[in-house]
């Protein structure tokens, strides 16, 4: 599943949402407080809550998600302000370091109660729900995809679009 844009009028502009972005949002591999997004949100103080009211496919009211590009530009701007003035703010969020276990079934009883095994010790683990480190954060790329992002309000706005909506498919 992927986020996706889009503009209240009609444009010409490249809008992909950009991948690592719509992974980070995704909050994969992270649980709610554990989450990589919610943990960057506490670390800079920031509520990032924005990127997560999206037209989820089949919902009726799809018309409730559409957001002021204005609003939706400042919360970037101000993300990009708070990591400028915390550039190592990334060395604070948590990861699971150990390797989940592989997930499958086996017909023998005994490798069946190993896998069980093994998972329960995975799940004792003091960071379990925490996501593991894809290096996003810490190459720089999240910063990069926010500015990718901000070019694409920017065209938005050029060719006249006011408002914004996020979409969850």
């Known amino acids: 599943m992927d986020y996706y844009i889009e503009a209240n009028g009609k444009t010409n502009c490249k809008d992909d949402f950009p991948s690592g972005l719509s992974?980070?949002?995704?909050?994969?591999?992270?649980?709610?407080?554990?989450?990589?997004?919610?943990?960057?949100?506490?670390?800079?103080?920031?509520?990032?809550?924005?990127?997560?009211?999206?037209?989820?496919?089949?919902?009726?009211?799809?018309?409730?998600?559409?957001?002021?590009?204005?609003?939706?530009?400042?919360?970037?701007?101000?993300?990009?302000?708070?990591?400028?003035?915390?550039?190592?703010?990334?060395?604070k969020v948590k990861y699971n370091s150990a390797n989940p276990p592989s997930y499958g079934y086996s017909t023998d009883k005994k490798e069946m109660e190993r896998m069980k095994k093994q998972q329960r010790e995975y799940e004792k683990s003091p960071l379990f729900g925490y996501p593991a480190d894809n290096g996003y954060l810490s190459s720089k790329k999240f910063v990069e995809e926010l500015?990718?992002?901000?070019s694409i309000l920017n065209c938005y706005k050029k060719h006249g679009a006011t408002k914004i909506k996020l979409s969850y498919y």
């Open 147 to 150: 500015n990718q992002l901000k």
């Open 23 to 91: 992974f980070f949002f995704e909050q994969v591999g992270g649980f709610e407080e554990k989450s990589m997004v919610m943990q960057v949100e506490k670390i800079l103080k920031i509520n990032l809550s924005i990127f997560q009211d999206y037209d989820f496919e089949g919902e009726e009211n799809s018309s409730k998600h559409w957001k002021n590009i204005k609003t939706f530009e400042k919360t970037i701007d101000d993300l990009l302000l708070k990591i400028k003035a915390n550039p190592d703010y990334y060395k």
